[in-house]
């Protein structure tokens, strides 16, 4: 799934180079959505953005999760045995961190199985707009408007981004892209991820987790001088 | 693909896969609570699944 971000000058014109850039990640990952927003910052102060591609790649955090929603704090209180108060600041302390970053952030949110987010956005790929529906899914999701697993908004965020909404529907009635968010997950273990976000610069360069904007702005520029 | 070099950039954070949690490493001008800070030990854990 590629998308390229917002840019301000052209390495491309002048080099011929390219970077692409392979992010694989989870819909209820916190830091899956804070690393996004850090590495697109990233790439769109970098003097070579417009050479960039970003592909988005699946992996699914617990592919046993329900597909019925269920409200985040309740899922982690059950999954770790913690108490409510201790839920709760865990919470707190990722959510400020998001805010800080000018992301809007709720524990108030829910969590649910993401395969068919996954094969929506390999839909949203054949549009150029993967990059794109990943972070309106996110910030949908995380600032707690709306259940973005069910199929009737996860359809209304892909149809406003111009994505037909009957081919967002054909694919969520169907099995189309299991296979390919099957191959990306294999390909994530077959490299050695062990957790998410896990982002492949080059396709040699590798940063298991997020990082600061500066991390990701050394791992671009580390990856397009070796290349 | 194939990967020869982990780049050694400070990790913030991240969700494990064998275990669904996700770690919160980083500290700084984000986290709500000095007091709370350093008062914690060890990483944090939230939820991604």
Redesign the interface.
Known sequence: MTTSPPTQTSARASTGKRLQI?VWG?L?????Y??KNRLDLAIASSPHAEAITVKVRS?E??PG?SPEAKP?LE??GA??G?SPAEAL??????G??????GLPFTRDRV?ANSFDVHRVLHLADTYGLAGQLLGDLQRTLFSGRANVYDHAVLADVASRLGILRSRVEEVLSSDEYADAVRADEK?AGD???????FT??D??????????IE??T??IN?AWSNQ | MNITEIIPAEISGYCDAGTGECITTETGAGHPSATENAAQTGDEISTGS
């Open positions: 392979d989870d209820a990952c916190p830091w899956c804070i690393g992996f955090l617990d999760m985040n899922l982690l999954k770790y913690v600041r865990m919470e707190n302390k990722v400020a961190i998001a805010r800080h970053d969590l390909e490299l050695g991820a062990t957790g998410v976000p492949v610069f396709g040699r360069f590798a940063i298991p987790g997020s990082t600061s991390g990701f050394n791992a580390r």
